[in-house]
């Protein structure tokens, strides 16, 4: 219950994160042809339409319960192949899309707390302290806006640094997918069905925080040097 307004926030960080992502798929995969995402309502940024009960509450709850960066998955966006104008190359920039639209936004988001730095000596104080004691370890009307935008630059970063791992049915898997030969890309799509097996045996090994975590030392850096 102490964390109970850190987790609030990430969760809420999250939720605009996945929608953008899940939107930017849509929005793509519509303006290379294909209406089916805009047809379903799922070209926005309305969480509620993008919701796997566990891939979006359930993992993610989990995760920022015991204090790991927050990923998920949420419902896939569908696309019709034989829509695209390219049918080889569309379904890779579709994929890329997602990604693409996190890195974004956590550029965005990183550029306006650096000017929040300029303008707010005790940044680096407060940011520290929310650190090492979570949302509750600052005070001051700042604090709340100050956890949410680092949230939302920290978790866009990690969702599209975790999407582009080349893991079924993670959007790099579909990348690699569109560079393979014919003959290979079969093989590749049957990887599938172990896809979440491999996920978890690298969420378990610690692996994945591994693969993550010079991105968030790095955010940090920016944001703390």
């Known amino acids: 219950m102490v964390r109970l307004p850190e987790i609030v926030i990430q969760l809420l960080a999250f939720a605009l994160a996945l929608s953008v992502h899940e939107s930017a798929h849509g929005w793509v995969a519509d303006r290379l042809g294909d209406p089916t995402a805009r047809w379903l309502g799922r ?14 509450v359930l993992f993610p709850l ?79 009307v700042a604090a709340p806006l100050v956890y949410l935008l680092f949230s939302l630059a920290t978790v866009n970063m990690v969702l599209a640094v975790f999407n582009l791992i080349p893991i079924p049915p993670l959007d790099g898997s579909h990348v690699v997918g569109a560079l393979l030969p014919t003959r290979l890309h079969w093989q590749w799509v049957q990887l599938g069905r172990y896809g979440f097996l491999l996920l978890f045996a ?24």
């Open 43 to 56: 070209i926005t940024l309305n969480p509620i339409k993008h919701i796997d009960p566990i891939g979006t």
């Open 62 to 140: 989990m995760l920022a319960a015991v204090g790991a960066p927050i990923i998920g998955w949420a419902k896939p966006v569908p696309f019709v192949t034989r829509n695209l104008k390219n049918q080889r190359r569309d379904p890779a920039l579709v994929a890329l899309a997602g990604p693409a639209s996190n890195l974004a936004l956590a550029v965005v988001v990183t550029a306006v707390l650096l000017v929040v730095k300029t303008v707010m000596p005790s940044f680096r104080t407060l940011l520290t302290a929310m650190l090492e004691h979570g949302a509750l370890g600052a005070t001051g």
């Open 202 to 225: 690298l969420l378990w090994t610690g692996f994945l925080g591994v693969i993550l975590r010079p991105f968030v030392t790095g955010l940090l850096w920016i944001l703390l040097s």
